[in-house]
């Protein structure tokens, strides 16, 4: 818990925040999607996927992308409407990721893009089992800031120090039920100091903090920020970690 909320409760904060985060949040670089169709053993191109906790749609939009037949699965109305307008040709289904709303046997891979830490394994798992077919795959991918990089590193002790510990950094487990490949992607994005303030004020932990206080803490990170960057741009750093596991035959 954070804030004495409970994580489902801190999951449908982000539907204070859709559009921003629609427009904030980074992407998924190429390599994410290579892993998970190596990992897999299996092409994204034409294969059936649901997009769990999909969001606005950052997943979703780029597995279409390569040809794959998506459905998106997310549970806040916010988000859910966003992802409508940014993606109303692609099927979207309310749902919980700990029970999904699908049918036993009809997916290819089931996807939990940035969303698995807000699911509870214990009954995730047996879910995402249920919808694949034999030998189908659960893959699990999520962003973090790289805590190797100096910059990022102060700001996480900040963050953590205002908002309590691991409210930044996602500290993903596998559930060990599962053969889980792993693979660990370093990636950044060049980005303005606005930019990257606006795309930290969509995490979840700064969402409930309300608006005044949050609004205060960006502040105090802009004047960090520019002391580090006065040309006021900076490479955001990136881990991506991709976790893939096939259901047993």
Known sequence: MAYGIPAPARALAFDLA???????????????????????????AGARVADVGTGTGIAARALRERGARVVGVEPGAGMAAQFRRDLPGVPLVRGDGNRLPLAAGSLDLVT?????HWADPAQALPSALRALRPEGALALWWNDPDPSVRWVAEQEARIDKRLGPGCYISNVDTPAALPWRTRTLRWSRRISIDGHLAKL???????????????????????????HFPGGELDEPYVTTV????RPA
């Open 18 to 44: 859709a559009r921003a985060y629609a427009a904030h949040r980074p992407h998924y670089p190429a390599a994410v999607f290579a892993t998970v169709e190596a990992f897999s053993g299996q092409p994204l």
């Open 112 to 116: 939990y893009a940035q969303s698995w």
């Open 243 to 246: 976790a893939v596991a096939l």
């Open 201 to 227: 004020a969509t995490h979840s932990a700064l969402i409930l903090l309300g608006e005044h206080e949050a609004s205060a803490f960006l502040a105090a990170e802009r004047r960090h920020l520019a002391r």
